[in-house]
């Protein structure tokens, strides 16, 4: 059994910075690819970044490409999303996702496990 649990959402002023955290447990080959994905009322579900927790690979959405980063610290099972620059269409809530490979990383339905989701807002 995994588990995904998120913090860190808050709301801040545009240009500004946010770091979401998502602690995972249970088997660790079920989330060898961990992922940031966020909706938007009224919108789908869109991958934002990626890592494959083995080999260290990270996948970026086109826009958020140099300004959010995704890493990990295996001791503490644990992926972050470090968000700069932040713009108002960033506003979305937040999940963390697992799955085993990072094959379309970017497709909400290829995820079986996700967290419960923190909640973004960014303000002009």
């Known amino acids: 059994q995994v588990q995904l649990v998120e913090s860190g959402g808050g709301s801040v002023q545009a240009g500004e910075s946010l770091r979401l955290s998502c602690a995972a447990s249970?088997?660790?080959?079920?989330?060898?690819?961990m992922s940031w994905f966020r909706q938007a009322p009224g919108k789908e579900r869109e991958g934002v970044a990626s890592?494959?927790?083995?080999?260290?690979?990270?996948y970026y959405a086109d826009s958020v490409k140099g300004r959010f980063t995704i890493s990990q610290d295996n001791a503490k099972n644990t992926v972050y999303l470090q968000m700069n620059s932040l713009k108002p269409e960033d506003t979305a809530m937040y999940y963390c996702?697992?799955?085993?490979?990072?094959?379309?990383?970017?497709?909400?339905?290829?995820?079986?496990?996700w967290g419960q989701g923190t909640q973004v807002t960014v303000s002009s």
């Open positions: 996702a697992a799955k085993r490979y990072s094959f379309r990383w970017f497709e909400a339905r290829e995820y079986g496990l």
């Open positions: 890592v494959d927790t083995a080999g260290g690979s990270e």
């Open positions: 249970g088997s660790s080959y079920l989330r060898n690819t």
